[in-house]
């Protein structure tokens, strides 16, 4: 039996009274997850280096207590959040805000777990750099590496994994092991990239207390445009020539469809439509960057400009309409669709992928058999079409009159990752990671021999599990 006083007693006189919080009032904010889970924690504790979290785990095994990490906790699929016990303790990484130590030669920077993106890319900015992972929430370093945070740049900069060079680590393990992995370079084949394993993991393999990240030169130039495709079948032709014609400055290729654009001009009515006609059934908003400036010869909007002339030539061109510029205007229309959702009705979402070649296979499937099945579902789907991103994201308006039942949810889910999965050889999580959310299908989807690797791995780094709330084995 534990004596909960008797050991907050030991965590403040370990780490001081700033460190930990046990109030209830105090403690609200982080029981409950952005969108899913919540639950009771312990209390919250704040280490301010690797070596107080390594005296936390110490502290925690000595009493048999249970750990989870938390950043900024804006993650999607409950992995930060504790359960109902009331037995767990929140490390929340809010005091490890303030490293950031850039590199400028080597184009890199060492940050603290728990600095934001937005105080990395503020401080970054004066430098002509930026870390270009681009999302409409603001995360923690720690979270989006135990996330492998992806966003509507992917593209061109890839996910966090592709951008990670160097990790400063503690196990959940009795010695609470620290373990240095900030070699800070790009080549390095000197062994295995064990900070590899702490990407996209949900904090279930260990505390991320620092990290070495690749930073890149902010754009100079931006040119934007929002597309509508001939039929929604010509976006991926669309896609492949502006990769052909633009290369490497094309840097996002956000689809949105008709019912998911509908829902931000009803609910934000200061988001502008900007089409003159009916709202299309799909549209995509491209973007093309360059960090070179229009002095070195390279024009972002003329280029774009002719590459979408020539798409739209001929009776069968690809583009039926193209409107350009309005950059902030198109950006705020997509990054609207999530909250309005909301407003609409109970979003059921999806944040899936599959190869790009069978997106919109996927898509029409999807439309045709759940209409079929559940009327009163909307597919409001939009995302991230140019890296084979969906968030399928389902709506049962308010106004239908009947609300969806647990069971029909859960039936409707089943529906979509079954087919998804076994159909279309897809992710169920393309970029939010797995947790308490998701887990159920992490479990039905992956091969018996897969599980028994990764319970393996984190019963090496987390013994008995005391440090998250997944558990990649079976169960
Ligand atoms: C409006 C909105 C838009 C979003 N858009 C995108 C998007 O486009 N793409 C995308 O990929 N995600 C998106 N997300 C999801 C979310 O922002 C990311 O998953 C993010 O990386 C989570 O970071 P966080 O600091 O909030 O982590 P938290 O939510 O606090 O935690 C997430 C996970 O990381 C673990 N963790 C946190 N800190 C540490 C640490 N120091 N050491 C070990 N484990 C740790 C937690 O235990 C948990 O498993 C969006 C979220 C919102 C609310």
Redesign the pocket.
Known sequence: MVDRDATLTELIALLGPKAVLSDPAELAGYER???YGSGRAACVVRPRDALEVQQIVRWAHKHGLRL??????????A??SPDDSGDQVI?S?ER?RHEIDLDVHNRTVRVG??V?LQSLNDRLRPHGLCFP????????????????????RLMKYG??RRNLLGLE?VLANEDATHLELMSGLRKDNSGVDLKQL?VGT????????AAVLEVHPLPRQRATALLVPRTAASAMELLRTLEMSCGELLTSFEAMSRAAMECVFRFRPQVRNPFDADVPELAILVELTSAASTSMGVDLERILESALAALADGDEAPLADALLGRAEESWQLR?GI??CLRDAGTVIAF?ISVRRSAILALRDFMIQELRQRWPHLQVCDFG?LGDGGLHLNLVWPHDCGVPPDAATIQHVREFVYDALVRQFRGSFS????V?PYNVAMYERYTAANRLAIAGDLQRLFNPDARL???RFGSS
Do not use: C, Y
């Open positions: 997850g952005t969108r989870i990490a938390q950043g900024a906790n804006t993650g999607l699929v992995a930060a490390v990484f490890m777990a728990g934001l992972i681009d999302l409409g929430a603001n995360p923690s370093i720690g979270g989006m590496i135990a996330a492998n945070t992806g966003g509507a996910d966090v680590v702490f949900s904090g279930a393999f260990g505390f991320i207390t990054h999530s909250d944040d991230h393309a970029e939010h990671g947790g998250g709330t997944v």
